[in-house]
């Protein structure tokens, strides 16, 4: 069952194509990893996916319906209720603490609620980190928070901008091993990302090059 | 208070404590402009009461007179004068006027009351003692001069009845009747033991007048009769003096009230210009502190910019931004308001006790207003950099810029 679907999008600053007719589909619970050079357009189709910026030309379609044309602030509506997001720079608030800032994504969609917060914290192995601060905390216990914000609201798909692209080793398995059981829960997944080795791990790549997708393949491991 | 309040409210907190050095930063900023926004105010509005006390050194502001030929009795100064209300009223001394003899030459005795002299003509310079009873007395330098007294010198003060046929001269039975041999007119004379207790300086008209209780006056006259001028002082502005002299213009048919138009008139034009410059200053230090507020509070949100965009990318909408920064600011201004009215009070009283070595009078309604008009600066110089700050585009914080 489709989930995304994106239908010639073009992106255009000026003479420039950021993107150029790039149609792609994503199912339900699809884990799929976005890959290419710098300047090939990926931000920009995170950019269009997130609905945090809108194409030049094509469509935009979001279980069935077209979110193109919609205004500023239901694109943030839509955004907020169904897309989670993981920043490659954490991006915590860096004056809350480990539960407050997940508990600003649940400020911002419904209403605020500490259980869950820390339940989405235990989730990604933090519980009792909980009250520290961003300061406090390493690149992978921020990343992890991070994607526990991305998780609290139960999007339907997240997406994550080189999530791996400031840990270490160690971290990024452990990140990895998140995306994994988020995916194994039915979550979708898109991963932008330079890394050959999380673009491994994902069931499907999308190779970008200059503002056209250039391959997109199922990975061996998830073929039938 | 339910869940996403009490979130907005932690939020709010957690950013003013923990944010603390930046903080502190656009709290000092707002203190100091509520402290000279409330001190200047505070001076402002007690400049003219200051002023108006010094003024008081200059001498007597309002002069009562008879409204006829006649005097003014001690029942109707008292009633005139209960028109001033106490706090305002410095003082009030009554004056009568005789012709008499000292040393055969005429000399004009001024009979006072030497207890409330000093607080109409505080610029009296007295060598010597001020009276303090009958048989004493107070001697202008010109007259003092002229007939060689000095400080403890005894002199008698003649007095020289013409005596008609209408006179009762059984109110003079202790006094020698004389008939001038050239006129051929009956004088009785009566006489007034004094010893000087000081020498008056002035510098004006005052040094012309040899000054008596009123009881010797009319022991000397033979006569007990009202007062010719009484001089009052009162601290009081030129329009609320008005306003106090038509009263008693009003009240009495007995005698009427004058402002000393030299001393209530320069007192009115240096006050207002001294009103005017406190005003201008007030208004060019608010300008200069409002723009330091909000230059301060730019910088403090400017530098939020990505946190602003986080909050877009998770969701917030432009309005919950404006208002959750906006509390923030909100609540500085508030703590700062408190603050600096505190520090308003103290900085004003100490330019008072340094100018006026006095104290500045406590106003309370300063306190709301130098609260309200530092949330208001702060709100306002908050409002315009979330105004731009909202139109960040959260797709830069994705990009990491």
Partial sequence: MKLLELKDVTKRYGSLYALDKVSLSIDKGEWIAIMGPSGSGKSTMMNIISCMDRPTEGQVIFNGRDITKDSRKKLTEFHRDKIGLVFQQFHLINYLNAVENVMVAQYYHSMPDEKEA???????????????????????????????????????????DEPTGNLDEANENIVLDLFRQLHKEGTSLIVVTHDPEVGEVAERVVRLEHGKIISDKKNNQFSE | MNKKQRMFLRMVLASLLRRRSRMIVALLAIVVGATILSGLGLIYYDVPRQMSAQFRSYGANVILTPSDDSYMNSISIKNAVSVFPSDKLEGYTPYRYENSKLNNLPVTLAGTDFSSVLKTSPYWHISGDLPDGNGKT???????????????????????????????????????????????????????????????????????????????LSDLML???????????????????????????????????????????????????????????????????????????????????????????????????????????????????????????????????????????????????????????????????????????????????
Avoid: W
Wanted: proline share 3%.
């Fill in chain 2, 138 to 216: 107070l001697v202008g330098k010109k007259l003092a001069e002229k007939f060689g007294l000095t400080v403890g010198d005894g002199f008698s003060m003649l007095n020289s009845f013409q005596i008609t046929d209408n006179t009762d001269t059984s109110a003079l039975p202790d006094y020698e009747i004389y008939t001038d041999p050239k006129t051929g007119e009956k004088f009785c004379d009566h006489t007034l033991d004094l010893k000087v207790s000081g020498i008056l300086e002035t510098g004006g008209s005052e040094e012309d007048y040899i000054y008596v209780t009123l009881d010797d």
């Fill in chain 1, 118 to 160: 820390l339940e989405a914290l235990e989730r990604v192995g933090l519980k009792d980190r909980a009250k520290h601060l961003p300061s406090q905390l390493s690149g992978g216990e921020q990343q992890r928070v991070c994607i526990a914000r991305a998780l609290i609201n139960s999007p339907e798909l997240i997406l994550a």
């Fill in chain 2, 223 to 401: 006569s007990e009769r009202g007062c010719d001028i009484v001089e009052v002082s009162v601290a009081a502005r030129e329009d609320e003096l008005k306003s106090y002299l038509d009263e008693i213009n009003k009240r009495s048919d007995t005698l009427s009230a004058k402002p000393v138009k030299r001393v209530t008139a320069s007192e009115s034009t240096v006050l207002s210009k001294l009103e005017s410059l406190v005003l201008i200053v007030t208004a060019v230090v608010l300008a200069l502190t409002m723009i330091c507020v909000a230059t301060t509070m730019m910088a403090v949100i400017a530098e939020r910019r990505r946190e602003i965009g986080l909050r877009k990318a998770l969701g917030a909408l432009d309005s919950s931004i404006v208002i959750e920064f906006l509390s923030e600011g909100l609540v500085l201004g508030a703590a700062g308001g408190i603050i600096g009215s505190v520090l308003g009070y103290l900085f004003a009283d100490a330019v008072s006790m340094n100018v006026f070595s006095s104290s500045i009078t406590f106003r309370p309604l300063l306190i709301p207003v130098a609260i309200i008009a530092s949330v208001t600066v702060t709100g306002l110089a908050c409002l315009i950099p979330i105004r731009s700050a909202v139109d960040v585009d959260p797709a830069l914080v994705l990009k990491g810029e």
